[in-house]
């Protein structure tokens, strides 16, 4: 429906003044030949020339507005034909304001003072029609006042349409400020919180660590110590960034690891206690960031919910390599159990998002006692 306004729309603004043109000469040269009006005395070849000139007037709106007042003056004065005078006085509606509109009130006037001096002048039918006097309020109510009238009413339509659309625009503009101050607020609010949370806990952790690291005897709790240590660390950074993002006005990307940092993820996992072991299969190829980014979220994600519930499991990597995108593949091995770490239980939930983001899929099930976590990326689309 909306394609068909759009395209009737169209039309009507590329042909609507050639249909102008030629009704309003059509309606004059009408007139002229007692059609609709009272017939001209005059060579047909004169009428022929104030409807050509009357239609041109017409057509000339667009650009000109003084050639159809002036034709429309001139045709009833010669002629008595009314066709451009109608056009003109909607047209004065519609455009003129204020002085302007007085103006043409004015001319409006003396035109039809003019035609009753050259009716009682004519005498005949012309007298009857344009000169008397029950005659000459009519068809200054008709051809005048009731197009003017229109024309103001379409103004001020259009006048009211345009100021609701300037008031709906600055409304939603305000919203929109209202929106981005407030969530502007909640991102204050809870770097604050993470900050007086989250940092304070961790820099405690990382603070007993190394006072372990430095007290402890045994080489394996200084190794583990100094583990902590640095794993905490780490975490203050990431915080630390993630505190700035959170801080910023404008929207802003935390900044990821890809790929290339993924044996360095599988050392820390090594190093914590983890046996996991990498394996590509097809022919590595650049990859996209945002697949990189992805895999290296899946793997984090995947290993360290292995770290939780199967600490003391076998875990594969492997990156398949394919033609149209990449296969990530994280599976361990049966665990005995343990003391499970707490979550928050929206870790795979959150990967998977990410991946049908890129048009991948994600699956996450128990196998042969074990558990596989499989994402597919496609190349595909993504940047």
């Known amino acids: 429906m909306a394609s068909s306004a759009a395209a009737l729309r169209r039309v009507v603004q590329r042909y609507g003044p050639l249909l102008l043109a030629v009704t309003v000469a059509a309606a004059v040269w009408a007139s002229a030949t007692g059609d609709i009006g009272v017939r001209s005395p005059l060579p047909g070849a004169v009428a022929l020339v104030l409807a050509l000139l009357s239609g041109?007037?017409?057509?000339?709106?667009?650009?000109?507005?003084?050639?159809?007042?002036?034709?429309?003056?001139?045709?009833?004065?010669?002629?008595?034909?009314a066709a451009?005078?109608?056009?003109?006085?909607?047209q004065a509606g519609l455009r003129l304001r204020g002085r302007r509109l007085a103006g043409f009130l004015a001319g409006a006037a003396v035109v039809q003072a003019g035609g009753v001096l050259i009716g009682l002048e004519v005498g005949g039918v012309r007298r009857m029609t344009t000169a008397a006097s029950g005659n000459v309020l009519m068809l200054g109510v008709s051809l005048v006042g009731l197009p003017l009238v229109f024309g103001l009413w379409v103004r001020a339509r259009r006048d009211?349409?345009?100021?609701?659309?300037?008031?709906?625009?600055?409304?939603?503009?305000?919203?929109?400020?209202?929106?981005?101050?407030?969530?502007?607020?909640?991102?204050?609010?809870?770097?604050?919180?993470?900050?007086?949370?989250?940092?304070?806990?961790?820099?405690l952790m990382v603070v007993h660590a190394g006072a372990l690291e430095v007290t402890a005897v045994e080489p394996a709790t200084v190794e583990a110590a100094a583990l902590i240590r640095t794993t905490g660390r780490q975490a203050l950074t990431d915080l630390r960034e993630v505190l700035g993002v959170l801080r910023q006005a404008g929207p802003a990307v935390v900044p990821e690891r890809g790929?290339?940092?993924?044996?360095?993820?599988?050392?820390?996992?090594?190093?914590?206690?983890?046996?996991?072991?990498?394996?590509?299969?097809?022919?590595?190829?650049?990859?996209?960031?945002?697949?990189?980014?992805?895999?290296?979220?899946?793997?984090?994600?995947?290993?360290?919910?292995?770290?939780?519930?199967?600490?003391?499991?076998?875990?594969?990597?492997c990156l398949r390599y394919l033609p149209d995108g990449l296969e990530v593949l994280v599976r361990n091995g049966p665990s005995e159990?343990?003391?499970?770490?707490?979550?928050?239980?929206?870790?795979?939930?959150?990967?998977?998002?990410?991946?049908?983001?890129?048009?991948g899929r994600l699956e996450a099930r128990s196998v042969d006692g074990g558990f596989l976590v499989r994402a597919l990326i496609p190349l595909a689309g993504v940047a």
């Open 56 to 81: 041109w007037a017409a057509g000339m709106l667009r650009t000109r507005r003084w050639p159809l007042f002036l034709a429309a003056a001139v045709g009833w004065l010669v002629l008595a034909a």
């Open 84 to 90: 451009a005078g109608v056009v003109a006085s909607y």
């Open 160 to 203: 009211t349409l345009a100021a609701l659309r300037d008031r709906a625009e600055r409304l939603e503009r305000e919203q929109e400020a209202r929106a981005d101050r407030v969530r502007a607020e909640e991102r204050t609010r809870i770097a604050r919180e993470m900050h007086d949370v989250v940092a304070h806990r961790v820099s």
């Open 259 to 317: 790929l290339d940092a993924l044996d360095e993820l599988i050392g820390e996992s090594r190093t914590a206690g983890l046996r996991v072991c990498r394996r590509d299969e097809g022919v590595a190829s650049a990859l996209p960031a945002t697949v990189g980014r992805t895999a290296y979220r899946v793997v984090r994600e995947a290993l360290t919910n292995v770290r939780k519930h199967a600490g003391d499991a076998e875990t594969v990597v």
């Open 337 to 359: 159990g343990g003391v499970a770490l707490p979550g928050a239980g929206q870790g795979l939930l959150g990967l998977r998002e990410r991946v049908e983001l890129l048009g």
